[in-house]
C-alpha cells in the first residue's frame, strides 16, 4: 500500500510506499512523524486500510487515480489545436480533433485504477484491492467534512485574543 498526504507539520506533500500496520509515516520534509492507528490497517494482504491514518476522520471514498493536472493539458492541447484547424476553416479536422480528446479523456479514465482518498484531509491510497468495503464520493459526507473543517477554522480565528496592554 501506498500513501501520499500532506503533512500536518509543515504540509509538504510526503508519498511513502510499503505501508503496513506497523510503518510510521516520517516526513520526508521535516521529519515530523505520524503514529498509525492500531486499529487503521486491515493485515491483508494485501494490507488496506480500515480509515483515514493522518487524521481522526474513518471516512474514505474511492476515486479514479487520474492525474487531474494530466486531463486538464490534454483539454486544453485539444482546444487550442481544434482552434488552429478552426483558423485554417478545416472542418473536419476540427471536430476530429475534439472528438479524439474526448475519447482520449475517456480510455485514460476508464483504465486508470482506483484509489482510496480522505474526506477530511484529502490523503490518497494506492495499492491492489485498496478499495476494500468504501463506496464512491458523497457528496453529503464531502459537505459534512467541509462544513466541520470551517467551523474549525472559526473556532481558531476567535481564540480570546491576548489582553491588551496598558490602560
Ligand atoms: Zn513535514
Ligand atoms: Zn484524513
Redesign the pocket.
Known sequence: MRITYACPACDATVSIDGITARSTLDCTSCAASVQIPEDGIAPGPPPKPRR?L??P?TELFVRKDFPQRLGLAIVIAGLAASCLAWAWRELILTFAILFGTALVDVLLYIFMPDCLS?Y????RYRGEGITGAFGGFDLETHEKHRQQAARMRDAARTVPAEPSHGP
Open positions: 483515514c493522518v487524521c476522520s480522505c477530511r484531509c484529502g490523503s
